[in-house]
């Protein structure tokens, strides 16, 4: 694939040659460390109505210290950002599931962080309904019915 001489976007009639990315892991109690300087490789997948969107990134070379800080559970937010100067935009904002350490060669390490988007929801949303039949079949098939689930918050 070939890149245009001079790459515009012709909404914002911005240049879009010089990308950006941040990768932010936050706490609850507003802790934050900024991974931005690092180098980090990413997925970001779409997810369908019964599958959370997720996040996939490689930060390489953390320090030792912020390896282990990451590998605790210390932080449990993770927001990635990413596009040009100019058009710059939140891509992903979920929970981190799970950190991997890792050495790819003598010199190299890195950090896999594997995060979702509302599988929380998904996985453990509460529902208030009334079953009217016992036999196992049938309930499976009144909780599936969209029009008998109320959402309680």
Known sequence: MSTPANPVNATQGTQQYLREFSLVV?????????LSA?????????????TPNSLDVKVWNPGQNTAQRL?????TTITAEAGYTGNFAQIFTGSIKQVRIGRANAVD???????A?????YNFA????????AYA?????????????????
Not at 117 to 121: I, K, R, V
Not at 142 to 152: D, G, H, V, Y
């Open 26 to 34: 936050s706490n609850s109690s507003g802790g934050f460390l900024d």
């Open 38 to 50: 690092l180098r980090c490789t990413f997925t970001v997948k779409r997810g369908d109505i019964q």
């Open 71 to 75: 590998n605790g559970t210390e932080f």
């Open 109 to 115: 390490s890195y950090l896999d962080i594997t995060a």
């Open 117 to 121: 988007d509302s599988d929380e929801l």
């Open 126 to 133: 509460p529902i208030s309904m009334t079953l009217t039949n």
């Open 137 to 153: 079949g049938s309930v499976i098939d009144q909780i599936r019915a969209p029009s008998t689930l109320c959402a309680s918050g």
